[in-house]
């Protein structure tokens, strides 16, 4: 019996894990997020699961280790949080690299169009009986140019849709392919360039706050920035100060730099001690969601599917395609020489 154990669990990611499992892996889920301070609770597991907001940085990957976990099998596709130099040699980790490309750039073109045409704000003022149409001015996306940075599955797939709506893409990826009906530029041209930037990249050390004051400066004149990746790409008081200057036009943001207190939770009843986040939401062209992007049906089944049969593999001593380790993550030169796996 495989033991396995999954923090920061919702109901819906209790749902859809339950309907996969069967007499050979045990699952036991806890509402609180994995840290320096619930590690203890990964005791006498084999697997923990974990997901974006999750914590296992070196403290948290000696204690696993030492409690005789073998794998961290992420939920997700991005793996920021995992302190991979730390984990080498000890703590094997797999992720979901790809749960429903579609979802995730479905959904950034909907708050693209939500913002752009104040659907939101069109929405709460007919439910007021109120139907004035002034101050709902948009512009056709026909026609204009969008940047998209990382083009990966998400990010062309995104380009697919931009070219449905006639837009001009133009995409940068630190590993280029062929097949994605875009031009392929520096990310200064982009900045240059672009009526809309919408970021489709993993977080790295390289492209933390690639979005700063210096990349804001190089834009269009109310340009349109959109972030269903991951929040640190932005640096959000540069982002302020943008929307404040009238450079930036809008921003529409499914994600935070500093999120993870913060986003996943009801939070109606308490005060909001983030100043920078509630600067964001106080602005009339900034939408912000919180990291909902990826939830579809589809995207649930698939990361479950993933996620079990990335750990039944791992026990059963087959092929790891979807593990990643420091090498893999920092340096690109993981060769999986020992049973096609990182070590």
């Known amino acids: 019996m495989i033991k396995a154990v999954m923090f920061d669990t919702k109901p819906y990611d209790r749902e859809s894990f339950e309907r996969l499992l069967g007499s050979d892996i045990s699952l036991d889920c806890y509402e609180t997020r994995l840290d320096s301070t619930t590690v203890g609770l990964a005791a006498g597991y084999d697997v923990v699961i974990m997901f974006v907001n999750d914590v296992a940085d070196e403290k948290v990957i000696s204690e696993l280790y030492k409690y005789g976990v073998k794998l961290i099998a992420l939920r997700c596709a991005g793996f920021n949080n995992i302190d991979f130099k730390a984990a080498y040699g000890k703590v094997h980790v797999v992720r979901v690299p790809a749960y429903s490309p579609y979802a995730v750039a479905e959904f950034t073109m909907g708050m693209l169009l939500t913002s752009l045409r104040r659907i939101h704000k069109?929405?709460?003022?007919?439910?007021?009986?109120?139907?004035?149409?002034?101050?709902?001015?948009?512009?056709?996306?026909?026609?204009?140019?969008?940047?998209?940075?990382?083009?990966?599955?998400?990010?062309?797939?995104?380009v697919n849709i931009c070219n449905g709506f006639g837009m001009?893409?133009?995409?940068?990826?630190?590993?280029?392919?062929?097949?994605?009906?875009?031009?392929?530029?520096?990310?200064?041209?982009?900045?240059?360039?672009?009526d809309v930037i919408s970021l489709h990249c993993p977080l790295t050390d390289e492209n933390y706050h690639m979005i700063d004051a210096a990349a804001i400066s190089k834009m269009k004149k109310g340009v349109y920035i959109l972030n269903t990746s991951r929040g640190a790409l932005i640096d959000s008081e540069a982002l302020l100060d943008g929307i404040k200057s009238g450079k930036v036009g809008a921003a529409c943001l499914d994600v935070y730099e500093e999120e993870s207190d913060i986003f996943f939770d009801d939070r109606s009843g308490h005060i909001l001690h983030d100043d920078t986040l509630a600067r964001l939401l106080s602005m009339p062209n900034v939408l912000v969601t919180s990291h909902q992007a990826f939830l579809t049906e589809e995207a649930l089944q698939n990361i479950a599917e993933t996620t079990i049969s990335n750990i039944r593999g791992f026990f059963a001593g087959e092929p790891m395609p979807n593990e990643i380790c420091y090498h893999c993550s920092s340096l690109g030169q993981c060769k999986k020489q020992r049973k096609e796996r990182c070590f």
């Open 168 to 194: 001009k893409a133009l995409a940068y990826d630190k590993y280029p392919s062929d097949g994605i009906p875009a031009e392929f530029c520096e990310p200064e041209r982009i900045f240059e360039e672009s």
């Open 122 to 158: 069109a929405y709460n003022r007919t439910r007021e009986f109120n139907f004035s149409i002034n101050g709902f001015t948009g512009f056709d996306l026909h026609g204009r140019t969008v940047g998209v940075i990382g083009a990966g599955k998400i990010g062309r797939a995104f």
